[in-house]
């Protein structure tokens, strides 16, 4: 339909980015969404904060304790530093399920918060921005890159900061206790740091190469399972299970290596911190021996070395959850920033006139006056032009006038443009040169929104929504009564067939009415249509092969519709388009001939051909 | 689970190895707080530095022995765990290549994908966490729980309480939360739903101004998604506090209840920490264990998954000594009658014809009348249920699968052409044509006209599924490429519809000037498609109403002239 915009799509098949272009723009916008939430993010973020200084406190406690266990026992403050103990246990439980519980709210309510800005951003959209994405890329931002950055919210945020403070706090204590000692921790520290960099980048490098072979490799299975029946009448399934074994063999090897090194870092940290543990019990003990450092100071350094590694290891772990979770954010701003459908239509719907359905269009004067234009439905194309991208036109000078109750039919050859017709008229793309004329009114300076509403679509693939068959015909208009929906569905020759339907009117669809033949879901997007009551109507036929007792239910429900309104058809057969009062035969952009049928047939030209086609063989 | 375990067989060596590795590494890790014991309650006691150092090197030593095995575990348990993977996949994949139609039908394409792809790598995972995990969380707290027990038995007693209680409150979170997640991922789907008929519905959202109207649905099910997840989320946040207090509880006993020990004289304060640190590590353990049980959860349903693909069986089967090649293309049904899997009506009712070697025949009639169904018994893509369908004179039951499906060449309804260029497509039909041969096929569909146009000819790319080509032209390129098979008996399923009528006429043409001698089936809507054919059969809810040629039809059959009168109006003018 759109080749030229077709082979600009981004396939979406590529591995996802998984780092983040501008960490800091992106931090300091996701930062703007807490401004609603002030409370629960300082709130999140002060429990968090005393929940590990208290477990930091909690660590010291033992030293006072057991020297006063070892040394001259007093009954009365061995009972002292148990209830203080007691009581930051009770400080840490209840700051830790605030603090969770605060920044789980702030993940959810700031998640749904950009969810919904997304969504409404969505339908904001111009259609090209929906022709050159794939649904994939845009669901999977929607899904995966949300549920991402939500989780990291509830997750990692909290982390890194606990990590900070208990680093930070730790080596506070462990400063107060032995400088000495501190050092030896630091070094060590600070060679496991060297040591987890490492693995990081060997880690996420054999990541991203493990993500390309799974591409691949999923690519590889997608289109098999697609084509699977091709596979059979071709007899080629051995060749197809030859070049999936190549992939998955190397999706094995990549994955193992990518795994082998994540996992790896946790018994080399864990260990590491071990070593690091041994290498102060000795010194401390021998500090203990010199009587420079109490068994109870030992005790609680010894507790401090190793909650203080603790945080390398989750770090690491989560920074690469932080990492795709940037990356996702800022593929959700790039959504939001699309540029949106602009209208600068100063032309508006005013009821109470003389026009079709009590109508008339309301077009402001340079004096300030008022003037008012009955609605019709004359449309005219003055001279148009037109190219999904630029340089390569699609249209060319096309020049039509139609009328109410008038029927245009548009016939050609696949690529002709045929198509392209239908998303000029209601301004879905804007034409580059020319001129569309509304009752006699520039198209381009009608307020969108009345535009569409005096016009309706049936597109070639029917679109359906989840919902009841009344639900899906009350699209075409909201407040339609129970009896408009049926007279619609009549009138487009849906009646019988819903009548026969599980439930009738009140049967559901599946997603996007996969229950229903192609041919029914065609009936009732006529219905829709038709009890919107519209001026214009524009007809996509369908391509796929409908069976020829439906396709006259089609074409007669067509043509009641029609009445009274100016139509514009899109014919893929042409035994739709004869009774036409102009059909226009367009060929590389341009009409070539238009005329009625019988004009046609006897100009001997392109229709002539089209039509003889079948007569040639007789 | 327990049925994909054979495929594990090819890494045994490391499934064994693994957990082994990590034992020992589990074993390290729980000696050290038992010797720094040593260190302080020997060691400075005795002012033994010599004592000292031979425990702290002892100790390094058997951290960086646990290094080495952990190292050595983790490799160990990725290359069993993504192997195993990879051999279920590969099982997986061979196994839907033998499936017949019937299987496919019964498993729609996106679940077969899925399981291909998101369960295997799920499996893979969770039979990496088992062989880890699993082994590495029981054998930690036992290990540790002896060591508690040798340190100080009575004081050991603190896990009688701690540990019951523990397990009981995971067990009641997670009975509490589950049905709320499950609650939870429902609102998760309704709002991809919304959203997903949005990005496909967008024209005719827009069309009919109804973004406002698509707002509020998403709104209002983006309110209940965030509502239930809040509840669900706030039984789970209760998880770590608790045991943040039962840790610290037990720890806060047992400096207690150990503290008089340690005043009386009958412990030493070396021990008392090491017992601290293995009520931490009991404790996490059973946290891992908890957190690996639901890992489990999600594996299992992923095994029960691609189990089901793997003992579905395809009832196509050869015989012994199959017939290894195809006489000619003549075709005949003998009371055939068809219903499909788990239907009970009838798709095809009493067919009998014959058609003879070289004949061209149509098939008409409209959907629901199973024409489809018809043709397809002949590369018998389905079994007939009753009587038997014979090519060149020999029951289908009979050949070799692959002959017979390489004899009759089948253009499928819903075709699809494969990423890569044009060439390698047309090789689909046959691995070794020359590009003169693809070249002719190409002409006789009509396909050579605008594939020459392209600067690189046959080199050109093709996207997955042939979207970069109109309808009309993915359908002369398949035609093209059963084409290439060079069969006896060509089968057209509705292959033309796209195809306009003058190249549909040229389609015909060069059958029957240039194909003169295999016998081609044409199913079709339009008239003109098939009118010329030597017979045409119209088939009616599975049986077949009448035969004959165009002009015979046309005065005995009331169902085709009904048709041709609906597709003639449009020609002839009033």
Redesign the interface.
């Known amino acids: 339909m759109m080749k030229g915009m077709k082979e600009q799509r981004n396939t979406g098949k590529g591995p996802r980015q998984l780092r983040p272009e501008n960490a800091k723009k992106t931090l300091i916008r996701l930062f703007s969404y807490f401004k609603f939430n002030k409370m629960l993010f300082f709130g999140g973020i002060f429990f968090i904060v005393l929940g590990s200084a208290a477990e930091i406190g909690i660590n010291g406690m033992l030293s006072p304790v057991i020297d006063t266990l070892v040394g001259n026992y007093d009954k009365g403050r061995f009972i002292t530093y148990i209830a203080i103990m007691v009581l930051m246990v009770a400080v840490i439980a209840v700051s830790q399920y605030a603090g969770n519980l605060f920044m789980a709210r702030l993940a959810q309510k700031t998640v749904h918060k950009i969810r919904e800005e997304m969504f409404e951003h969505m339908e904001k959209l111009p259609v090209s921005y929906f022709d050159s994405h794939t649904h994939g890329e845009l669901m999977s931002t929607f899904t995966n890159d949300v549920d991402m950055l939500n989780q990291s919210l509830e997750q990692s945020v909290s982390q890194v900061l606990i990590s900070v403070v208990t680093v930070v706090g730790t080596f506070a204590m462990m400063l107060f206790l032995s400088p000495l000692m501190t050092l030896v921790v630091a070094v060590m520290l600070g060679l496991m740091l060297l040591v987890a960099k490492n693995i990081g980048q060997k880690s996420s490098s054999n990541f991203r190469i493990q993500q390309a072979a799974m591409g691949e490799m999923n690519g590889y299975i997608e289109e098999m399972m697609s084509g699977q029946k091709v596979v059979k009448v071709f007899n080629y399934e051995d060749r197809a299970i030859e070049s999936f074994n190549e992939r998955n063999e190397e999706m094995r090897k990549a994955s193992t290596r990518a795994s082998t090194y994540g996992v790896m870092i946790m018994p080399i940290m864990g260990n590491l911190s071990y070593v690091k543990y041994a290498i102060v019990s000795m010194l401390g003990a021998y500090l203990v021996m010199l009587n420079k450092f109490s068994i109870g100071n030992l005790a609680s350094f010894l507790q401090y070395t190793r909650t203080v590694s603790r945080p390398i290891t989750q770090v690491s772990n989560q920074l690469n959850t932080l990492f795709a979770a940037l990356a996702g954010a800022e593929r959700i701003f790039r959504v939001l920033d699309e540029s949106i459908e602009t209208d600068e239509g100063d032309v508006v719907l005013a009821s109470e006139c003389e026009g079709k359905n009590n109508l008339c269009w309301k077009l402001p004067k340079e004096d300030g006056g008022v003037e008012l234009v009955s609605l019709k439905g004359n449309i005219q194309f003055k001279d148009v032009d037109f190219g999904y991208v630029s340089g390569a036109k699609v249209l060319k000078k096309i020049n039509l006038y139609a009328k109410p109750g008038q029927k245009i039919a548009f016939v050609g050859s696949t690529g002709a443009g045929k198509t392209t017709i239908t998303n000029l008229i209601n301004r879905f793309y804007e034409i580059n040169d020319g001129e569309i004329l509304y009752d006699g009114i520039d198209i381009r300076r009608i307020n969108k929104f009345d535009l569409r509403s005096t016009m309706s679509i049936v597109l070639q693939d029917v679109h359906l929504f989840e919902g009841t068959v009344a639900d899906n015909i009350r699209y075409g208009r909201l407040d339609a009564s129970d009896e408009e929906v049926v007279a619609a569905a009549k009138l487009a020759n849906a009646h019988y067939f819903i009548k026969h339907l599980p439930q009738g009117y009140d049967t559901m669809l599946t997603a996007d009415g996969q229950n229903l033949s192609q041919g029914e879901r065609q009936l009732l997007s006529i219905a829709r249509a038709a009890i919107a009551d519209p001026a214009i109507l524009i007809l996509d036929e369908a391509t796929s092969s409908v069976d020829t007792r439906t396709e006259k239910l089609i074409s007669e429900g067509m043509d009641k519709l029609m009445n009274g309104r100016t139509t514009f058809v899109i014919a893929h057969r042409l035994s739709t388009v004869r009774d036409s009062n102009a059909i226009m035969v367009l060929e590389s952009g341009e009409i070539i001939e238009r005329g009625d049928h019988d004009d046609l047939m006897k100009q001997k030209g392109r229709y002539y051909q089209l039509n003889m086609g079948v007569a040639e063989l007789e | 689970m327990k049925k994909l375990l054979p495929f594990m067989k090819k890494y045994m060596k490391y499934a064994v190895l693994c957990p082994i590795m990590m034992i020992l590494?589990v074993m390290?890790?729980i000696i050290?707080p038992y010797?720094?014991a040593l260190?302080?309650d020997v060691?400075?006691a005795g002012?033994d530095?010599g004592y000292?150092?031979k425990?702290?090197?002892i100790?390094?030593f058997?951290?960086?022995f646990?290094?080495v095995?952990?190292?050595i575990?983790?490799?160990y348990?990725?290359?069993a765990?993504?192997?195993f993977?990879?051999e279920i996949?590969?099982e997986t994949?061979?196994k839907?290549?033998?499936?017949?139609?019937a299987n496919?039908d019964k498993f729609s394409?996106s679940s077969?994908?899925t399981r291909?792809?998101n369960d295997c790598?799920t499996l893979?995972q969770v039979a990496?966490m088992s062989l880890?995990m699993a082994v590495r969380a029981p054998f930690m707290m036992i290990f540790a729980l002896i060591m508690a027990l040798r340190i100080n038995a009575p004081l050991a007693s603190v896990f009688m309480v701690t540990i019951p209680l523990t397990v009981a409150l995971i067990a009641l979170i997670l009975t509490k939360a589950r049905p709320l997640f499950i609650k939870m991922q429902s609102r998760v789907d309704r709002?991809?739903?919304?959203?997903?008929?949005?990005?496909?519905?967008?024209?005719?959202?827009?069309?009919?101004?109804?973004?406002k109207?698509?707002?509020m649905k998403?709104?209002e099910r983006?309110?209940s998604?965030?509502d239930t997840?809040?509840k669900a989320?706030?039984i789970i946040?209760?998880f770590?506090?608790?045991l943040?207090?039962i840790t610290?509880?037990t720890i806060?006993a047992v400096?207690?209840f150990g503290?008089k020990q340690?005043?009386a004289g009958t412990m030493g304060?070396g021990e008392?920490?090491s017992f601290?640190?293995y009520i931490t590590q009991i404790l996490m353990s059973l946290m891992m264990l908890t957190f690996f049980f639901m890992q489990f959860l999600r594996g299992s349903a992923s095994a029960a998954r691609i189990a089901e693909v793997l003992d579905t069986e395809t009832e196509i089967v050869e015989i012994d000594n199959p017939v290894m090649s195809v006489k000619d293309g003549s075709i005949s049904f003998r009371d055939v009658s068809f219903s499909y899997p788990l239907s009970s009506e009838k798709a095809l009712k009493n067919i009998n014809f014959e058609i003879a070697t070289g004949e061209t025949i149509g098939i008409i009639?409209?959907?629901?009348s199973s024409k489809s169904t018809l043709i397809q018994m002949i590369?018998r893509?389905f079994d007939v249920t009753d009587g038997s369908v014979a090519v060149g004179g020999i029951d289908v039951k009979n050949y070799h699968l692959?002959t017979l499906?390489?004899k009759v060449?089948?253009v499928?309804q819903?075709?699809?052409l494969?990423?890569g260029t044009i060439r390698e497509n047309m090789k689909?039909?046959n691995?070794n044509a020359t590009d003169e041969q693809i070249i002719n096929a190409l002409r006789q569909s009509q396909a050579w006209e605008f594939v020459s146009s392209y600067d690189d000819g046959l080199d050109h790319k093709v996207?997955?599924?042939g979207?970069?080509f109109?309808?009309?032209?993915k359908q002369r390129l398949t035609i093209a490429?059963a084409l290439i098979?060079s069969p006896k008996i060509l089968i057209l399923d509705?292959s033309t519809?796209?195809v306009?009528?003058?190249?549909?006429?040229k389609i015909?043409?060069a059958f029957k000037s240039e194909l003169s001698d295999i016998t081609v089936i044409i199913i079709a809507?339009r008239i003109?498609s098939i009118?010329?054919a030597d017979r045409i059969i119209v088939m009616n809810e599975g049986e077949i109403e009448s035969t004959g040629s165009h002009e015979e039809l046309i005065v005995n059959s009331p169902i085709y002239r009904?048709?041709y009168e609906?597709?003639q109006?449009?020609?002839v003018?009033q």
């Open positions: 590494e390290a890790d050290i010797l720094m260190i302080v060691g400075i002012r530095v000292v150092v425990m702290g090197i100790m390094i058997a951290a960086l646990g290094m095995m952990g190292i575990s983790s490799h348990g990725a290359t765990g993504y192997g993977a990879a996949r590969k994949f061979k839907v290549q033998s499936f017949s139609f496919l394409v077969l994908i291909l792809t790598n893979g990496m880890r709002v991809n739903a919304v959203i997903q008929e949005n990005l496909v519905g967008i024209r005719v959202v827009k069309s009919f101004n109804r973004q109207y698509e707002e998403f709104k983006n309110d998604l965030r997840a809040l989320i706030s946040i209760f770590m506090p608790i943040t207090l610290y509880a806060i400096l207690w503290g340690i005043v304060s008392l920490l601290i640190t009639g409209s959907t629901g590369p893509l692959e499906r390489d060449a089948f499928l819903k075709n699809v494969f990423t689909w039909g691995e996207e997955q599924g979207d970069n109109s309808g009309g032209q490429r098979k509705d519809s796209a306009d009528m003058t190249t549909d006429a015909q043409r809507q003109s009118q010329h009904e048709i609906s597709q109006k449009g020609v003018g």
